[in-house]
């Protein structure tokens, strides 16, 4: 095969807590994470010299060696012994930096986007297995679809999807270290924990207002509290109907659940008119990865 086509998928967290912090300085987290259609799109090309040329659309990401891409292809190879080369190109649209795992995403479209093109057969557990190395997310990101991941994020036990619904997913123009927010964090001094359990529970009965009900994401405590927007989108879209609005991962993206399509669409124009946020997609949930 000479060339492989790849969608990578972005993801919210329906829920996100927050455990305990290790002595390893890891946190333990316990998240209902869930993919959504908001995609990058990336082109593999097998190439004859070696190495890896990663072109992308988006000159504020690192395009060589730092790109997860880079080191998901360079670690393939590398475990394979494969001296031929690749070609990557990447057109993004998940925004950056943003709470919605964009680079292990990519990172997991190159794994399978690799194991094709160079038939390396490798099942979703392996690629899972050699994925956590480069990131925590990346073993839920290689399989996709609506999961419990607990542990740091290798956990993971597969729920079913929630009900179809629309999304409206809102990027305020700040940028947000993910560092920094674990940084801040007082996992000790948390007073409110999202019942995670009763929401796999509500997605297991395919009950909507039981997941919306149960949304929460205690990692808000720093982002929402350092950027007030957070909290002004989060109104906004329940003011315009949304069942209920979130933040996502360390943030800063929110997102919020509607029933009507056409409230949703209407809540993204006022988001834009308010000028709260650069980046406003109307979307729905994404299933499993077909691997
Ligand atoms: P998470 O939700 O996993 O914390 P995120 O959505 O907050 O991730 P990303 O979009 O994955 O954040 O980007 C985090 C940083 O990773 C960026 O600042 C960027 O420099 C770096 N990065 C490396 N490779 C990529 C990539 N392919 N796409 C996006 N960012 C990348």
């Known amino acids: 095969m000479e060339q492989v086509f790849c969608k990578a998928y972005a993801k919210i967290n329906l829920g996100l807590d927050v455990l305990r912090r ?17 995609c990058d799109d990336l082109l593999f090309v097998r190439t004859d010299e070696p190495g890896i040329v990663l072109r992308t659309d988006r000159e504020e990401l690192p395009a060589a060696g730092d790109n997860l ?10 475990e394979r012994g494969i001296r031929d080369g690749v070609s990557v190109t990447l057109t993004k649209r998940i925004p950056i930096a943003a709470g919605m795992a964009g ?34 997310d990346i073993p839920y990101c290689l399989a996709g679809g609506t999961m419990l991941s607990e542990g740091i994020g290798e956990i993971l036990t597969p729920l079913p999807a929630p009900p179809d619904c629309t999304l409206v997913v809102a990027k305020p123009d700040i940028n947000v270290s993910t560092a920094f927010v674990y940084g801040n964090l007082h996992a000790d001094r948390l007073t409110y924990h ?13 009950n909507l207002q039981g997941i919306t009900d149960r949304m929460g994401n205690v990692l808000e405590t720093v982002t929402a509290r350092e950027y007030p927007v957070i909290e002004q989108i989060k109104e906004l879209l329940r003011r315009r109907g949304a069942q209920n609005a979130l933040m996502s ?15 949703a669409e209407a809540a993204a124009r006022a988001v834009a008119d308010e000028k709260l946020a650069g980046q406003i997609f109307v979307t729905t949930f994404h299933g499993a990865a077909q691997v």
């Open 22 to 38: 290790r002595e390893d300085g890891y946190h333990e987290l316990k998240m209902i994470m869930q993919t959504v259609d908001i």
């Open 194 to 206: 999202p019942d995670i359990d009763g929401m796999a529970e509500a997605l297991r009965e395919g």
């Open 69 to 78: 891409i880079c080191r998901a292809a360079e670690l393939l190879l590398r």
């Open 249 to 263: 991962g360390s943030g800063p993206s929110v997102f919020g659940i509607f029933t009507q399509r056409a409230q």
């Open 103 to 136: 680079g292990s995403a990519d990172a997991a479209a190159t794994m399978h986007g690799l194991n094709e093109l160079f038939g390396m057969g490798y099942s979703l557990e392996e690629l899972q297995e050699l994925g956590v190395k480069l990131g925590a």
